[in-house]
């Protein structure tokens, strides 16, 4: 551009050159924000709401005991090693669902449970029994993110048992993305 195509331009390029880099760095701020707030979601904190048929409640109307992440960490560890129909053989690792119950008080014989996507699956509460079920946080000593059926992943001992937990209702037993528990 020339001085006198610029004098008659009135400095307009310039302004407009001002516009597109504020556009370019507002663009990289938003997609940077969204870049750190992805982690996050992705790796949820770990929390548990259970109710229903319970003798023990945490929350204020003694409706439920919410388990913390700490409070879930702090049960005792247990692991199963299995394949899933969505996981090579894997090494799962979580309190046992009987250790969860036991901790509630739960007097029920059936266990509703609720996912992040709102998918619901009831399990008879004699599973915890026959089976060692296992509500993992971690599958080979990495944490479950929401991506990986995390936070939390009903896991059962599939190999242990392939004629019980082999096709479509065995499959339907490993729940995961769990947020929460109803005992009936």
């Not at 799962?92 to 998918?119: C, M, N, Q, R, W």
Request: hydrophobic share 45%; aromatic share 10%.
């Amino acid at each position: 551009m020339t001085k006198v195509s610029a004098a008659m331009d009135g400095g307009k390029s310039r302004f407009r050159g001002a516009w597109w880099g504020l556009g370019l760095i507002l663009a990289f701020a938003a997609w940077s924000m969204q870049a750190q707030a992805q982690p996050q979601a992705e790796s949820l904190p770990l929390s548990l709401d259970v109710k229903g048929k319970i003798g023990k409640t945490n929350d204020a109307a003694h409706q439920k005991y919410h388990f913390t992440e700490a409070q879930l960490l702090a049960l005792p560890a247990h692991s199963i090693t299995t394949a899933t129909t969505w996981t090579p053989r894997s090494t799962f690792t979580g309190p046992l669902l009987a250790d969860i119950l036991k901790t509630v008080g739960a007097s029920g014989s059936a266990v509703e449970i609720h996912t992040l996507d709102d998918y619901t699956y009831t399990i008879p509460v004699s599973d915890c029994d026959r089976y060692g079920v296992v509500v993992a946080y971690s599958m080979n000593g990495r944490r479950l993110k929401i991506s990986d059926f995390g936070p939390l992943f009903l896991i059962y001992p599939r190999d242990a048992f392939p004629d019980e937990l082999m096709g479509a209702a065995g499959d339907s037993k490993f729940v995961w993305q769990i947020k929460a528990l109803i005992v009936k």
